[in-house]
T-cell receptor, first 113, second 112 residues
Framework: QKEVEQDPGPLSVPEGAIVSLNCTYS??????FMWYRQYSRKGPELLMY????GNKEDGRFTAQVDKSSKYISLFIRDSQPSDSATYLC?????????????FGKGTKLSVIP | DVKVTQSSRYLVKRTGEKVFLECVQD?????MFWYRQDPGLGLRLIYF???????EKGDIPEGYSVSREKKERFSLILESASTNQTSMYLC???????????FGPGTRLTVL
């Protein structure tokens, strides 16, 4: 079983839709969870950062972490064509080895005007 | 805002050439990273530096070396480029007490 699983998509939604992106993981030591957005031929850009379980909201974006299910989600409300990108989840443990981020392979999202 | 810059956006080299990829960050971050990103394989860590002159191998260090002489600069070296090193190379940096990493724009390297 891979440490982090992420559906590669592609996912295509109409403008204004609510988008749900998800990752599952197997390593219970993961404590820090991140979402990155990567536009074509660009570097990943940090979108959301959460520690342990719970929700975090930033504008149209909400990140959720459910450590009991080893499941994290990113919701995008009122999606825009500019949200079209690949979304990568990433996670790490605390303490020794915390430098190592484990990434999902990314979900490609297209928001159709 | 954290700024991570990479010396080239696109690079074309020939097999056997020595290749230098440069990365500079302007936020005084102790830790710096080099990844490569390939379709279907995702991001893979090549090398990590936790401070000046300190380095640690990542998951795929073979065929690569690194240099960190100054805190803001981290170089990736391909001693003898091969076609299987054609890839997108991404540099990142972070402060040790935080786990999020900040990425540069990437260098798309093609080895012919």
């Amino acid at each position: 079983q891979k440490e982090v699983e992420q559906d590669p998509g592609p996912l295509s939604v109409p403008e204004g839709a609510i988008v749900s992106l998800n990752c599952t993981y197997s390593n219970s030591a993961f404590q820090y969870f991140m979402w990155y957005r990567q536009y074509s031929r660009k570097g990943p850009e940090l979108l959301m950062y959460t520690y342990s379980s719970g929700n975090k909201e930033d504008g149209r974006f909400t990140a959720q972490v459910d450590k009991s299910s080893k499941y994290i989600s990113l919701f995008i409300r009122d999606s825009q064509p500019s949200d079209s990108a690949t979304y990568l989840c990433a996670m790490s443990r605390s303490g020794a080895g915390s430098y190592q981020l484990t990434f999902g392979k990314g979900t490609k999202l297209s928001v159709i005007p | 805002d954290v700024k991570v810059t990479q010396s080239s956006r696109y690079l074309v080299k020939r097999t056997g050439e020595k290749v230098f990829l440069e990365c500079v960050q302007d936020m005084d971050h102790e830790n710096m990273f080099w990844y490569r990103q390939d379709p279907g394989l995702g991001l893979r860590l090549i090398y990590f530096s936790y401070d000046v002159k300190m380095k640690e191998k990542g998951d795929i260090p073979e065929g690569y070396s690194v240099s960190r002489e100054k805190k803001e600069r981290f170089s990736l070296i391909l001693e003898s480029a091969s076609t299987n090193q054609t890839s997108m190379y991404l540099c990142a940096s972070r402060i040790p007490i935080h786990n999020e990493q900040f990425f540069g724009p990437g260098t798309r390297l093609t080895v012919l």
